[in-house]
């Protein structure tokens, strides 16, 4: 068609203006935000939207600290402390609404960044983005109550908190609280509860929900006593008090499994008629037993269970004391428990049978990441009066087909210790950073004061961030020249500081009787940063028991490898390039089962280069290789330089992220892997000079814990190791912390007398 001249320059500021008032018809509307997914404390989950009348999830590409800040926002949060990607609080259900949002951070609401369209999506649910917030909520702003069904949170309580006021001058001294009367919150206001039809199931709920295993007898009769003195003071309001109905809970009626209070039937006020809420009765008093960590003396509260029926239970990769992925010992060997019908009554057990209360949260889908090993247990079901994990019914996994994705895990009530109060960090950039200082006492009064940074390291700066409720710690800094402390605790007080790392407070550690800080502290202070998460590598140990074998490699190919110390120190006197090396070889696969990316320590600047190789060491030494006589002592050993740190292979649902290819980022990502083959320079110990015999093999992952990990217990493997002088055997290969006690003693004493050692 022929357009008339006079119409084209019309059309085409119609066009554009057509083009221009389009996106107007699709006004970002407004969208409501959730957080669900098992996790910690409010403000922390995956990100979910809801459009069109239907719950979604986003995907992590493109998602960044100004689209978490946006979302944090939003939620009623004053702002975002981090981001999370693939999956990290479970995977999703439903449609992935968002993907490649982009937001300036100013933004109002999700609906107003930039993103591919609603719906429109090449992701999956192991894509799914989460965010952390700050717990602090904005003034006005909703309460983000949204959870999953498997926190163990009661919708609509009526009993929201409980505590125990101490009546008597020890109970008020001592820390925790172990023994007083009970008051519960309802709806916001404390009161207590009458003793009338108090029983110790009752008793039994209250201990659990305060962290407490067990409760025991208490003399009721003496309280009484001081009830009615109260009564017939004249200064005390007590009387006047207990005559008014809002004063008191009614009624309470326990089974005794009840993971919460407020679980159980309970009558705040009396029925009609209506009558005194507590006629000639006086408050409930309930007394505890703790658990072994939070005693004083040893050898008290142990479970009197008989041995048969104890199937041992553990806790790993938790960031708070009393909380972690479930492990049970079954046939000698450590391994998980399937998420299959785990619940709070199951979970309880386990936290009792620990030394905790009951379980405030039964977690799904390996939030405490992924064990490696067995999976013994699927299918629990437990009443809640069991004192062992081993008493309830269970299948075995084998037939379920569970899979470490479905690891469960506990969050259990732990009870209050103060110990947050005595430990505090000044001068840092955030709050989970700065210079460690302590309250301890100095000459007969507390005092705040530093601690001395001559041999701090991750294992004290571990203890300090879970003190703090921080988490793990990320760094440990010896010397801290851009953080200035409080000018009041300028004084070191603490020095030569040793933790084991599983101390609940530093002033549980051994240190110096008189203080002795030869730097003076001040920028020689002890600091730290802390995290919320942190990775957790452990080796394959059964990939290196089918690879190992020997190779006798010619020393002509072997000049790079020497170059890089990666030979005996013999191999220095022979007649280069002629004659050859013993190199006992095998595949290692790391993997990183942590909660957090396992990152090299030193940023790219700082990684050295290696000519021969062509590669950056991103960290120096990654791994020890050593050879150890049945005694323990050293006849060959090697180390592996982190010369290419990468996603090597990720499960189904996971993509790679790290690739050291053209100078790339280098790390392991959550659930990924980092192998190194057999065939690769390095990847030996050179046996050329050690005599055939029997021998332990053992690799250490990250020896000098350059980065920090949430667990350094299973980061040795060991392999029995037998060597004729031309082949060799390797068996038994394991993780340190992947068989019970005796199993391992039971191998060490078989191969002792095996070889006439004593």
């Not at 009623?76 to 609080?89: D, E, F, M, N, R």
């Not at 006589?629 to 790290?658: I, M, W």
């Not at 350094?712 to 290969?733: E, L, P, T």
Request: proline fraction near 6%.
């Amino acid at each position: 068609m022929v357009m008339p001249a006079a119409a084209r320059p019309i059309l085409l500021p119609l066009v554009l203006l057509l083009c221009w008032v389009a996106p107007s018809r699709q006004e970002p509307a407004p969208v409501q935000l959730r957080l669900v997914g098992p996790r910690g404390p409010a403000g922390e989950g995956r990100l979910e939207v809801l459009y069109q009348g239907r719950w979604g999830t986003i995907c992590d590409d493109g998602f960044d600290f100004h689209t978490a800040t946006v979302a944090c926002r939003q939620l009623g949060y004053t702002a975002a402390i981090t981001w999370t990607h693939s999956a990290t609080y479970g995977q999703g259900e439903g449609p992935i609404w968002l993907d490649n949002v982009r937001c300036g951070g100013s933004e109002g609401s999700l609906a107003e960044c930039i993103h591919n369209g609603w719906g429109t999506s090449d992701c999956h649910h192991g894509e799914d983005a989460g965010v952390v917030c700050s717990g602090q909520h904005l003034p006005g702003s909703p309460p983000q109550a949204t959870t999953s069904g498997h926190l163990g949170e009661v919708p609509g309580l009526s009993l929201e908190e409980v505590r125990l006021k101490p009546i008597l001058a020890r109970a008020k001294l001592s820390m925790p609280v172990m023994e007083g009367a009970v008051e519960v919150k309802h709806n916001g206001r404390w009161r207590q509860v009458c003793d009338a039809g108090w029983t110790r199931n009752n008793s039994r709920v209250v201990c659990g929900m305060l962290g407490f295993p067990r409760e025991k007898h208490v003399n009721t009769s003496f309280y009484r006593k001081l009830w009615n003195m109260k009564l017939k003071d004249p200064n005390s309001s007590l009387k006047t008090l207990s005559q008014k109905n809002s004063f008191w809970v009614h009624k309470v009626r326990c089974q005794g499994a009840e993971p919460h209070l407020a679980r159980c039937p309970t009558q705040v006020a009396p029925p009609p008629p209506r009558q005194h809420a507590c006629p000639r009765g006086m408050h409930a008093i309930v007394s505890c037993l703790p658990g072994p960590t939070f005693q004083k003396g040893s050898g008290k509260g142990r479970s009197k269970t008989s041995p048969g029926k104890v199937l041992p239970v553990r806790l790993r990769a938790g960031t708070h004391a009393g909380e972690g992925r479930v492990e049970v010992l079954r046939h000698g060997q450590w391994g998980t428990v399937c998420d299959k019908q785990w619940d709070l009554a199951a979970a309880s057990v386990v936290c009792r049978q620990l030394g905790y209360g009951t379980a405030k949260q039964a977690l799904v889908g390996a939030q405490m990441g992924q064990g490696l090993g067995p999976i013994h247990m699927s299918e629990v079901r437990c009443t809640g009066h069991e004192q062992s994990l081993g008493e309830c019914r269970f299948q075995d996994a084998e037939r379920s087909g569970c899979k470490h994705e479905a690891d469960a895990a506990v969050r259990c009530h732990v009870p209050h210790m103060d110990f947050q109060t005595q430990v505090r960090l000044a001068g840092g950039r955030s709050p989970v950073e700065g210079v460690v200082e302590v309250l301890v006492p100095v000459q007969g009064r507390l005092q705040w004061g530093a601690v001395c940074g001559a041999q701090w390291g991750l294992n004290e700066a571990m203890v300090v961030c879970r003190q703090l409720g921080l988490g793990f710690a990320s760094h440990a800094l010896q010397e801290t020249w851009y953080w200035a402390g409080s000018p009041d605790a300028a004084q070191v007080v603490m020095s030569g500081v040793r933790c084991a790392g599983t101390e609940l407070a530093l002033q549980q550690c051994q240190r110096h009787g008189p203080v002795h800080c030869p730097s003076g502290g001040g920028r020689f202070s002890a600091g730290v940063t802390c995290t919320a998460h942190a990775p957790d590598l452990v080796m394959n140990a059964q990939l290196v028991q089918e690879t190992a074998y020997l190779e006798d490699r010619p020393l002509e190919l072997l000049y790079c490898a020497h170059e890089e110390r990666c030979l005996s120190r013999s191999a220095d006197h022979m007649h280069w390039p002629y004659g050859h090396r013993r190199l006992l070889r095998f595949s290692s696969q790391i993997h990183n089962l942590g909660r957090a990316d396992f990152r090299p320590k030193m940023g790219r600047h700082a990684w050295t280069w290696h000519q021969c190789h062509r590669h950056f060491h991103s960290i120096e030494v990654f791994t020890h290789y050593d050879l150890l006589t049945l005694n323990g002592s050293k006849v060959a050993e090697g180390h592996k330089a982190s010369f290419c740190l990468e996603d090597t292979n990720c499960p189904e649902g996971l993509q790679r992220r790290f690739a050291c290819a053209n100078f790339g980022e280098q790390g392991v990502s959550v659930g990924c892997w980092d192998t190194y083959r057999h065939d690769i320079d390095c990847q030996w110990i050179d046996i050329t000079d050690v005599p055939p015999g029997s021998y332990t093999f053992q690799v250490v992952v990250n020896p000098k814990h350059e980065v920090a990990e949430s667990d350094f217990s299973n980061n040795v493997m060991r392999c029995q190791c037998k060597y004729d002088g031309q082949r060799v055997w390797m068996h038994g290969c394991h993780t340190s912390d992947a068989y019970g006690a005796d199993v391992v003693n039971y191998l060490e004493q078989q191969e002792r007398l095996a070889n006439n050692l004593v």
